[in-house]
């Protein structure tokens, strides 16, 4: 199976910087596609920023020119990089990961997820 392991959530105040990171474990062959999602209290979990292995990107447009996703092939780990935060993007923040394992099993896994809050 494939573990998910999220850091780099906290307290920041508007218009701060953080980063978070996503680990992927596991018997992988290939992560096809690496992502975080959020989830704000009482509404539904959304895509915020999605990478391939071939690194093409696409991002929610709450958070175009803000959000930065990228990603370390050859470590199955994937970061998102988020200046001028706004409250707005207080949320639990997800890292999904999709692709194969080595027995050539397709895989989709979450993260446990990290809280981030912005808030002065």
């Known amino acids: 199976q494939v573990q998910l392991v999220e850091s780099g959530g906290g307290l920041v105040q508007p218009g701060n910087s953080l980063r978070l990171s996503c680990a992927a474990s596991g018997s992988i062959l290939r992560a096809n596609t690496m992502g975080w999602y959020r989830q704000a209290p009482g509404k539904q979990r959304d895509l915020v920023a999605r990478?391939?292995?071939?690194?093409?990107?696409n991002y929610a447009d709450s958070v175009k020119g803000r959000f930065t996703i990228s990603r370390d092939n050859a470590k199955n780990t994937a970061y998102l990089q988020m200046n001028s935060l706004k409250p707005e993007d207080t949320a639990v923040y997800y890292c999904?990961?999709?692709?194969?394992?080595?027995?050539?099993?397709?895989?989709?896994?979450w993260g446990q997820g990290t809280q981030v809050t912005v808030s002065s």
């Open positions: 990478i391939t292995n071939g690194e093409s990107t």
């Open positions: 999904n990961a999709e692709g194969l394992l080595r027995s050539l099993e397709i895989f989709r896994s």
